[in-house]
């Protein structure tokens, strides 16, 4: 089970940090990814991490912006959002992919694990 909390609502230029925690003792097997989806819009991919935090992967819309980092000790999983801009606003999935294999799995198809969401606004 997957469960995200921090959204919010923030200015442009803002930040938040988005956390998911995991239940389960698999966690460290498995790659995590951040997922979102606006409203009229498909779900699409945000960042991956590899089961040892090791390595990571961005879309480019969120390069440079955001971070994803874990604590496999805590089985959590966390998001932080700089530099948010308005085209950021959507909700927040947290996914695991429990083969925990690639780097650049970027699919809704390669994750069988999914939060219910979190919402966050950036407002102009």
């Known amino acids: 089970q997957l469960v995200e909390s921090g959204g919010g609502l923030v200015q442009t230029g803002g930040s938040l940090r988005l956390s998911c925690a995991a239940s389960?003792?698999?966690?460290?097997?498995?790659?995590m990814g951040w997922f979102r989806q606006a409203p009229g819009k498909e779900r699409e991919f945000v960042a991956r991490?590899?089961?040892?935090?090791?390595?990571?992967f961005y879309a480019d819309s969120v390069k440079g912006r955001f971070t994803i980092s874990r604590d496999n000790a805590k089985n959590t999983v966390s998001l932080q959002m700089n530099s948010l801009k308005p085209e950021d606003t959507a909700v927040y999935y947290c996914a695991a992919d429990s083969t925990g294999r690639g780097t650049s799995r970027d699919s809704v198809s390669h994750y069988d694990y999914w939060g219910q969401g979190t919402q966050a606004t950036v407002s102009s």
């Open positions: 991490i590899s089961r040892s935090g090791g390595a990571t």
């Open positions: 389960g003792r698999t966690f460290s097997s498995a790659a």
